[in-house]
C-alpha cells in the first residue's frame, strides 16, 4: 500500500525554494521506488501560512505550488493569500495536518526558515511523532536546554540537521556518532563559512574588499545582508552545535567571534552599507598584503579546543595546511579525537551554495522517511 507523507515547510526563500523545486520533481520517483507519495500540506513565510490543496505533488498541487512561489517571490508575501493563516495558529496547522496523516511518522517538518519563532512548532511536532528537517541553525543555537530538548531522545520523532553545518558534508552526523560510540572530541579546527571562505581566498590573492564581498553576494554565498556572514555569527552558531553535539554545554554567548564587517558598517541600514561598499575597497588589504609578503593565506578558522570553548577569527597560515587548501566555498572540518589522534578526521567539501544546501534537506527528507 503506497504510503502518504504531508509535508509542513517553514521558509521559502532561495533555499526553501529550491527544496519545493527539488521534492516536486522527484516525486514521481520517489513513489515509483518508494512506494511513497509525498504531498505538500502547508507552506509557510515569515508572514504567515497557507495549507496546500489536497492531493499528490502532480497535476494541480504542482501548478498552485508554483503559483505560491511566484507570487512570493514577486514580492507579495504569504499573508496577502485569501486563505493565509496567521502564524499564532501554528498549533492548529499542526494538528490538522497530523489528524490528516495515517500516522505521525508520516508528517515531516522541513524549517527552512530563519529565526527562533518556527521552535515551538518544532517542539511540537517531535513531541507529536512527526520528524524535522533542519536547515535553520536559530532554533539550535539558542539555550542549551531546548537545544536538549529538540535533539535529545526524548521527542518521540526524529531531527535531522545536516544541512545547519557545512551544507550536507556529514561532519554533524560524523561528530554524534563519534560520540554516541564512545569517542571524544580532543580539538576541532574549521573553515565553517563558505561566504568567508570565498572572500579570504579572493582577498589573498590580491583581490579589494568591496569586489570580493559583491561577488560572493552574486554567487549565492552569503546571506541577504552580508554583515551577517561578515559578523562570524553564523560561523559561531555552527561551532556551537558542534560543541553541543559533542557533549558541550556552551551558550553562544561564549563564543569568542572576530568580525570582519567594517568598522562602524554593523550600524548602518542594508541599503546604506552596499552603497557605500566602495569606501571600503582597501578593508583588511593590510592583513592580505603581509600575509603574502610571507608565503602565507587569510583564512577564517573556527576551533573547539578540549574544554569545548568555540572560538572564529581571522588567522593567516601557510599555503599548505589543511585549513588553507583548497579555494572558494570550500569547507574543511579537522576533527581530532581520542580514535583520530594521531591523524585527524579530515572532511572537505562545498560548504554554500543553494542548490548543495537543498539537496542536503532533502537528502535529510528520505533520511527522515528511512529510504536514505
Not at 497530523?98 to 522541513?110: H, I, K, Q, S
Not at 536546554?145 to 531531527?159: D, H, K, Q, Y
Not at 561551532?239 to 562602524?264: N, T
Request: charged fraction near 25%.
Amino acid at each position: 500500500m503506497t504510503r502518504t507523507v504531508s509535508l509542513i515547510q517553514l521558509g521559502i526563500g532561495h533555499v526553501g525554494a529550491a527544496v519545493v523545486e527539488l521534492v516536486v520533481k522527484r516525486a514521481a520517483r520517489w513513489r515509483d521506488d518508494y512506494d511513497i507519495a509525498v504531498r505538500y500540506a502547508v507552506l509557510a513565510d515569515s508572514t504567515a501560512m497557507v495549507a496546500a490543496p489536497e492531493g499528490e505533488l502532480d497535476g494541480p498541487l504542482a501548478h498552485a505550488l508554483a503559483g505560491a512561489l511566484e507570487r512570493r517571490h514577486a514580492g507579495l508575501p504569504l499573508a496577502s493569500f485569501p486563505d493565509a493563516v496567521a502564524w499564532d495558529n501554528t498549533d492548529a496547522v499542526l494538528e490538522g495536518t497530523l489528524a490528516r496523516a495515517a500516522a505521525p511518522e508520516d508528517v515531516v517538518v522541513l524549517d527552512c526558515a530563519t529565526g527562533e519563532r518556527t521552535t515551538p512548532l518544532l517542539l511540537a511536532a517531535r513531541a507529536a511523532g512527526a520528524s524535522i528537517v533542519l536547515a535553520n541553525k536559530d532554533p539550535l543555537a539558542g539555550p542549551l536546554e531546548r537545544f536538549r530538548a529538540l535533539v535529545g531522545g526524548a521527542g518521540r520523532g526524529s531531527l535531522r540537521l545536516s544541512a545547519t553545518v557545512g551544507a550536507g558534508l556529514p561532519i554533524a552526523a560524523t561528530l554524534a556518532a563519534l560520540i554516541a560510540s564512545g569517542d571524544t572530541l580532543l580539538a576541532l579546527d574549521a573553515r565553517a563559512s563558505g561566504s568567508l571562505g570565498f572572500l579570504c581566498d579572493r582577498l589573498s590573492a590580491g583581490a579589494r574588499f568591496d569586489a570580493a564581498l559583491r561577488e560572493a553576494m552574486a554567487r549565492g554565498y552569503t546571506e541577504p545582508d552580508p554583515r551577517q556572514d561578515l559578523s562570524g555569527f553564523d560561523v559561531a552558531r555552527k561551532l556551537l552545535i558542534l560543541a553541543r553535539l559533542a557533549g558541550g554545554d556552551a551558550e553562544l554567548a561564549d563564543v569568542h567571534v572576530e568580525s570582519l564587517a567594517p568598522p562602524g558598517a554593523e550600524t548602518l541600514e542594508r541599503d546604506t552599507f552596499l552603497a557605500r561598499l566602495p569606501r571600503y575597497a582597501d578593508h583588511l588589504a593590510e592583513r592580505a598584503e603581509a600575509a603574502r609578503a610571507h608565503g602565507r593565506v587569510l583564512r577564517y578558522v573556527g576551533r573547539i579546543d578540549e574544554r569545548g570553548a568555540p572560538r572564529a577569527e581571522l588567522v593567516d597560515l601557510p599555503a599548505d595546511a589543511p585549513l588553507a587548501r583548497g579555494g572558494g566555498p570550500e569547507n574543511v572540518f579537522v576533527l581530532r579525537t581520542a580514535r583520530y589522534d594521531t591523524t585527524p578526521l579530515t572532511i572537505s567539501g562545498p560548504g554554500a551554495g543553494v542548490s548543495v544546501t537543498s539537496g542536503a534537506v532533502v537528502a535529510d527528507l528520505l533520511r527522515a522517511l528511512g529510504v536514505a
